[in-house]
């Protein structure tokens, strides 16, 4: 059950089938593109400044690309930028001014000490150490695949490799215990259904979306800020989401555990190694810095580079070489989140972003908190079923919400959580949360009718938790 520092956080997608339907896809997406950019630039958008209109089109151009995934999104969003800095629409320094912040950091020291954690072992000794002593039946395993999300999570700040390395763990249990398929596909979803609720919990649950997140709010939250507003509605989720998995996956054959050999394997594993002794101890650095960052005032990015420094010292460190830095690192979501980033900022500078907001929103907004959370949830999932990917949905709605909200009196954070929410925890083909793609198929052993068959009533539970559990405790906390 070993699975030792093999997990790669750069993962290809392959489609369950090739049909001859989608060899004409990219070339339909590419007339698309053309159609939609034209007609936007050349279309009467009363209110838009002309420079508004540009960067909507180009916008529109790339999200076309993305969903039709005629190229690699990274390189859709390299040429976006281009486009926005091209175009005069808005200069370099804009572009790129993630880059200059702390946020951008935090997520590239994030990735390292994902990499740290999986390659030295320790994630996987920890996973094994609950496995061995609470795994026990079809409905223990669904529980421990959110009891992990959650444990790892502290460890490994990415939902990829966490996803990853559970499933493997699951994997030999799952063949060992003679389960059928059924049933084997059902545990297999929940391992990664289960990661993208509990990554909602910590501000390092997904070192990607989460973050993201604080930076379209444009304010700066501590890693215990986070959790403040979060944690409750995140274990509330993670609650309901375990709930609703087992209600419509039940058990449909026997499920054979040998606890004694699952035993047997752990203590194979021997007593912990330098290595995972080392890397637990600058993760627990980590942890405990990030978690008093409000007396000693260190930004996290910046506790998280030191850390991934110190796990590269030699001596005291050893566990992170030169390769890290190409193999640790997922440069093209990096670049992903610099194209949703620029999206905020460029719309913000052209004035796109406070003619969507007055567009597709009502003139006045709300009063209501609860009313405003059904808008603004109600609205995101509406288009994140449409584009498909939760980053860039929210580059496209989380700016124009912001703008939205804060001309009403809200809290930026208000509509930032919401959409955040609205895209994490909600979803119903597997394109439409990348965490969801990555288990399709071989890896996760499910397929796109398990989700759908998860994904619909999933739609009820998000709307649970975006309206009444988020907006109470938000109100609660003097947030609304």
Sequence with gaps: MSTKSSISLTTSFVPEAVTPLLRFKPLAGVLLSVVVTLATWFAPLPGLSPAGQKA???????????????????????????????LGLATPAQVFEIWTMPLMWLIIGSFLIAAAVTKSGLAERVATFFISRYASSYRSLIILTYVLGFVLSFLIPHPFPRALLLMSLM???????????????SVGLSVFVATTATSTILLTGDSTLNLATVGFSGLSLGW????????????????????????????????LIDRSSLKREQK??????????????????????????????????????????????????????AKDLSTGVNWPI?????????????????????WLAGTLMPANPPQNPYLFAALVGGATMLIHMVLGSALACMSIVAPPMVHYAVSAGWSPLFPALLVYTAVTIHYVFPFQHVAILLGQGEAGGYSTRHVLKYGLPLTLVALLVLIPIEVTWWIILGLV
């Design 56 to 86: 909507l089109a180009v916008t529109l151009f790339t999200v076309v690309w993305w969903v039709f995934n005629i190229v690699p999104p990274a390189y859709s969003t390299l040429l976006m930028l281009m486009g926005y800095i091209l």
């Design 171 to 185: 994997r030999a249990i799952i063949q060992k215990s003679e389960m059928n398929q059924a049933d084997a596909a």
């Design 224 to 255: 215990l800020d986070w959790p403040k507003y979060m944690a409750i509605p995140g274990i509330l989720a993670s609650l309901l989401m375990m709930g609703l998995h087992l209600i419509v996956f039940r058990q449909t054959g026997p499920v």
């Design 268 to 321: 194979s594993q021997g007593p912990i190694t330098r290595l995972e002794t080392v890397t637990l101890l600058w993760v627990g650095l980590a942890l405990l810095l990030w978690c008093t960052d409000v007396f000693h005032g260190i930004d996290p990015a910046w506790v998280a580079l030191l850390v991934v420094v110190g796990l590269s010292l030699p001596k005291i460190g050893e566990v992170l070489d």
């Design 334 to 354: 990096l670049l992903f989140v610099v194209g949703a980033m620029a999206i905020g900022t460029v719309g913000k500078a052209t004035g796109l972003a406070d």
